[in-house]
């Protein structure tokens, strides 16, 4: 009875993951042991309610992405940690929800835990919202480390998603040990083929990504 339960979850993972596009993978498909968060599907985020286009809490990379990834997590899982990813594709339709959340100026239900000393009239001077988005290329993530010990993030100085100078990853008005954590994330990232964004220590890119100049709409589920 369990192996026939096993083949119907097996063969409905499948069906699912026929959908996506060519050359994109679901990211717990090649390494399942990657944690997420996938803070726009809930309401824990910068604008406060879950966003248009993020139907399931799926994380989905190209393939190249998330073979990569799988690297960053065998050398992680050594030392006791473990990734966790926040957010990885994001259809363009998730992006033009911040466009439009960014035009209207009353809103800032989320502005004491996120943008407090940014005044969401400048979100857009400042390269915090655009119009389009590396995440819906499909080969940037935003992720952090676990503590597989305690299972909590290890401290960066600032949170995920926060707008501000604390995010800057040359920030130094931080602790000798958060500054050794950004460290850590920074060199086993990079050391796997993935750059940085020098304003976010969590984003990251992959190099030589495989669709640099196409932005994809489909839905995350």
């Not at 990211?27 to 944690?35: F, G, H, L, S, Y």
């Amino acid at each position: 009875m369990k192996w026939i339960l096993y083949l119907l979850l097996l063969f409905s993972f499948t069906i699912q993951s026929q959908t996506l596009p060519k050359g994109f993978s679901y990211v717990n498909a090649i390494e399942p042991t990657i944690q997420k968060e996938l803070r726009y599907c809930t309401n824990n985020n910068f604008i406060g309610t879950s966003i248009n286009g993020y139907e399931e809490s799926k994380l989905i990379t190209t393939t190249q992405t998330a073979k990569a990834l799988k690297k960053v997590q065998n050398e992680l899982l050594k030392k006791g940690f473990s990734l966790k990813i926040f957010d990885a594709y994001r259809p363009q339709t998730a992006v033009n929800h911040f466009v439009k959340w960014a035009r209207v100026i009353n809103d800032t239900l989320m502005k004491q835990q996120y943008y407090p000393n940014v005044n969401k009239r400048n979100l857009f001077k400042e390269g915090y919202i655009a119009s389009k988005s590396g995440h819906s290329r499909g080969s940037t993530v935003d992720l952090t480390i676990i503590d597989l010990k305690t299972n909590k993030e290890l401290d960066m100085g600032s949170p995920y998603d926060f707008f501000g100078t604390p995010s800057h990853i040359t920030y130094q008005n931080i602790t000798k040990q958060q500054k050794e954590n950004r460290q850590l994330l920074q060199n086993t990232m990079l050391k796997h083929g993935f750059r940085p964004y020098p304003n976010e220590w969590w984003h990251f890119t992959l190099r030589n990504e495989p669709f640099p100049k196409t932005y994809f709409d489909f839905p995350v589920k």
